[in-house]
């Protein structure tokens, strides 16, 4: 309990009479771990940054840091600093100057800033470029000038509000592992935000997945890419091919028309399901051998893997990530594992979907 650094109690957002952008959202983050905010536009991503910030108020529910109240709390009071998407820096300021900036509102003695400027610009290696004008930075270094403007100030929470966007592919994927690397070296708590789920993947420790102004789910990247708790997320992170089902009983389910041997538990007899099957837990075989009748629709070569499109008897798309080779408009097998096939329950909540998967554990 003592290791939790900011806490949502019940927190609702309203702007005007329109309907809460967040709904009754409560949730804990822990100490000096990387977390998350994943979900598409709109879902109140950005909301929740500046909530913890302090640049709005929730409409219900409190907020707490180090087990404070913080409600009340001005934003220049808290130990909260954020880098923006579009960086904000003073652009008629120098590199030094961007990073001081804070430091001289606190009026602190020249020799610590200069102390603290150069440490701060040392730890996102931009030693040497304190005299650079803003104009004549990289995107990247700008990146990384965000970055030294809020550590500098050696808040205990950082908040990142999609700070990667601007960047190319390889860029962004060069940041990412410095802003992961920079986290573990500081030991800062980071909340990120993102609707690239990829990123979200590679970098946390821990994931909130969004819809709507509600967590839908919260875990590890592995948790909740290996056991998503409905079709939103599962969709939502990775690639998935989601089919309706019927539970018939413990450790047998039927979709496609067919009965699987499968790993799941704790259902209604016959209860309506959905099922998850990843495309790389697919692979393919002779059509007389597979539990699946596919013909291959498309075909994509990704590198290391092909991407194929099959479509089965009944319509179904499967999606399959596969280093074998089909032709367009063969008729193959599809063969999969018990432990592929990821049963959801419908409407179930989080606490529900925990509470069922460690009466798993218990039966193991
Ligand atoms: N000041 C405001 N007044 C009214 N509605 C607002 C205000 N700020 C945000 N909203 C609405 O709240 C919802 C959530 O906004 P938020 O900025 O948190 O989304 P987001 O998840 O960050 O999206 P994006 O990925 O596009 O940045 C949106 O529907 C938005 O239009
Ligand atoms: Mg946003």
């Known amino acids: 309990m003592q290791d939790t650094i900011i806490r949502f109690e019940n927190v609702t957002k309203q702007f005007d009479d329109d309907a809460p952008v967040l709904d009754n959202v ?3 983050i822990e100490k ?37 109240k913080i409600n009340a709390i001005p934003a220049n009071k808290r130990p909260v600093n954020t880098v923006f998407q579009d960086y904000a820096l003073f652009p008629h300021l120098n590199v030094y100057e961007n990073v001081a900036f804070g430091l001289r509102i606190k009026k602190l003695a020249k020799k610590v800033i200069d102390e ?31 970055i030294a403007r809020a550590i500098v100030n050696e808040p205990e929470v950082i908040l990142l509000d999609e700070p ?42 821990e994931i909130f997945v969004l819809n709507k102004g509600e967590i839908q789910q919260s875990g ?27 539970m018939i009983q413990d450790f047998e389910v039927e979709f496609v028309g067919r009965h699987f041997e499968c790993v799941d538990q704790g259902f209604n007899p016959n209860e309506t399901v ?11 075989t002779a059509a007389d051998k597979g539990q699946l009748r596919v013909k291959v629709d498309w075909l994509l070569f990704r590198g290391v893997h092909y991407e ?22 063969d008729e193959i097998g599809l063969t999969f594992d018990a432990e592929a096939i990821h049963v959801m329950r419908l409407g179930e909540t989080e606490a529900e979907f925990d509470k069922r998967l ?7």
Not at 274 to 284: H, S
Not at 308 to 329: F, S
Request: negative net charge.
């Open 116 to 146: 603290k400027v150069k440490e701060a610009l040392r730890f996102v290696n931009l030693s040497g470029y304190e005299k650079r004008e803003i104009s004549e930075m990289s995107g990247g270094q700008r990146q990384r000038v965000a």
């Open 32 to 68: 000096g771990k990387f977390y998350t905010l994943l979900g598409p536009s709109g879902c109140g991503k950005t909301t929740i940054l500046r909530l913890i910030a302090g640049f709005l108020e929730a409409s219900a529910g409190d907020i707490y840091l180090n087990e404070k």
């Open 220 to 246: 590890t990247p592995i948790d909740i890419y290996d056991e998503p708790i409905n079709r939103f997320v599962a969709d939502f992170i990775g690639e998935s091919n989601i089919v309706s089902g019927k």
């Open 164 to 205: 990667l966007s601007a960047l190319d592919l390889k860029l962004r994927t060069e940041m990412q592992y410095e802003l992961r690397d920079l986290q573990r070296r500081l030991g800062i708590t980071f909340i990120f935000v993102t609707h690239d789920q990829e990123e979200a993947l590679a970098m946390s420790d």
């Open 26 to 28: 409560s949730f804990e």
């Open 308 to 329: 194929m499109g099959c479509v089965d008897v009944d319509g179904n798309e499967w999606l399959v990530h596969t280093t074998k080779k089909a032709k367009i408009g």
């Open 274 to 284: 959905e099922i998850v099957i990843r495309p790389e837990d697919l692979e393919i």
């Open 358 to 364: 460690e009466s798993y554990d218990e039966v193991e």
